[in-house]
């Protein structure tokens, strides 16, 4: 066989040896990262909500994020609930966390400072994550839901960041019932028959 052919034969292997591995890995980033958003209808309740007794009554403000380590959604928030700490912290807001019942999980190292919450009463009823409740100064819930609406979250669409200022500068806010739609996991443990 000619050199000619051998260089020709040598290099048209290596393209589609290039493609299968780009194609490869196209494939694999997308069955891992990339997940198709559901636009989902949710109603969160929150007049179950209570803080338990050692964190009850008069006190900071106090966000709570409800945590489901396997859901997707959290991706889209994590971020903004790092910068949300970062920047309420120091104004006295305090951050806790309650972890979806029977989930196993590591939150980012930003994250890491979020008070555990073991047991929030009338977490178990809640319809989905991610989601989050903010007590004001009182210890009255003022608001229980998502993050902001659609499958990501930053200040630009937040529903937290007005709240917050707006309980710092001492005005009342009563949003403890929301119908948003957006990427959300449910959040009770599915029953067998």
Not at 19 to 33: H, I, K, L, M, P
Not at 85 to 102: A, D, K, S, W, Y
Not at 182 to 190: D, K, S, T
Request: net charge neutral.
């Amino acid at each position: 066989m000619p050199t000619r052919s051998i260089k020709m034969l040598l290099g048209t292997l290596m393209a589609v040896l290039c493609a299968a591995v780009v194609w490869w890995a196209y494939d694999s980033f997308q069955s891992r990262y990339l997940r198709p958003f559901d636009n989902q209808t949710t109603l969160f309740d929150g007049s179950s909500l209570r803080l338990p007794a050692e964190l009850a009554g008069p006190g900071p403000i106090r966000v709570v994020h409800f945590w489901d380590p396997a859901c997707p959604c959290n991706v889209g928030n994590q971020q903004h609930l790092s910068e949300l700490i970062e920047h309420f912290t120091p104004l006295g807001v305090n951050f806790h966390l309650v972890q979806r019942p029977g989930s196993q999980g590591q939150l980012p190292a930003d994250l890491a400072r979020l008070q555990l919450i073991a047991n929030l009463p009338g977490s178990e009823q809640l319809p989905a994550s991610p989601a989050v409740a903010i007590w004001d100064r009182q210890g009255r819930l003022a608001y229980f839901g998502p993050y902001s609406e659609g499958a990501v979250c930053n200040s630009s669409n937040s529903f937290i960041d007005p709240i917050l200022k707006a309980l710092l500068e001492g005005r009342q806010v009563q949003a403890t019932n929301t119908l948003a739609i957006g990427c959300y996991c449910p959040w009770q443990i599915a029953r067998t028959q």
